[in-house]
């Protein structure tokens, strides 16, 4: 994907999206990178052709949870531990949740059975990872946020509003494309961090997509 358009009746329908709300977080949170991260050289992701918007008339409770998810053979860096307790000391009576590769498998083979086949096809962590929070947010919503996020502050307030609007998804990240140094782009969607009540219909019109990339093993997910 990054490098070609989405074509333009897709960019409509997510400009259109009922329920879905893109918020630039820049005094809210900011994104720590691990030093001497090497460059990850990315394959080029085609448009979803099979996304179907589908629309909620009800709006709902998004639960008070923080969902971070860690699938590695390595032990969670201890580099995250702050940005995890960040979180739960401006969000007090918040629940937090780190989710790893069991948990993650166990979730999707008990409730989206569907997909463990093209799940345990994965060949990347990555892919796993970034597949794994969109079945969290459909089966238990809250709030997902990559590890490398940390909160400037709360995100009740946020919350409340999307409730008072009847929003049921939030994209909370804006998507920078790096072959343009690191420009917004809003054809699509970034997904570093995520907001849901459970069961929203838009996480639907996501599964098709996971179904029609899940052809090429070494696509990855991290953007809609």
């Not at 329908?13 to 460059?39: I, R, S, T």
């Not at 909160?151 to 994209?171: C, M, N, T």
């Amino acid at each position: 994907m990054l490098g070609t358009k989405a074509p333009p009746s897709w960019r409509r329908a997510k400009a259109c999206v009922v329920g879905v709300v893109v918020l630039a977080l820049a005094a809210l949170v900011f994104v720590q990178h691990q030093e001497h991260e090497p460059p990850v050289r990315r394959p080029p992701l085609s448009p979803p052709s099979s996304f179907v918007l589908r629309e909620d008339t009800e709006g709902g409770m998004f639960p008070r949870t923080i969902h971070h998810v860690w699938i590695s053979k390595d032990p969670l860096p201890q580099m995250w531990e702050p940005n995890m307790e960040r979180w739960l000391d401006l969000h007090p009576g918040w629940t937090q949740r780190l989710w790893d590769y069991r948990e993650c498998r166990q979730l999707i083979q008990n409730e989206y059975a569907w997909y463990l086949p093209l799940f345990m096809e994965l060949r990347m962590y990555i892919q796993m990872a970034d597949v794994c929070r969109y079945f969290i947010m459909h089966a238990r919503g809250g709030v997902y946020a990559d590890l490398d996020m940390y909160p400037r502050k709360s995100f009740e307030e946020v919350l409340q509003e999307a409730e008072d609007k009847q929003r049921r998804v939030l994209i909370l990240e804006r998507y920078k494309d790096p072959q343009t140094g690191g420009k917004f782009d809003s054809s699509y969607l970034a997904i570093g961090m995520l907001a849901s009540v459970p069961g929203a219909a838009f996480w639907d019109g996501v599964f098709e997509v996971l179904k029609e990339r899940a052809v090429n093993p070494y696509h990855m997910y991290w953007v809609l």
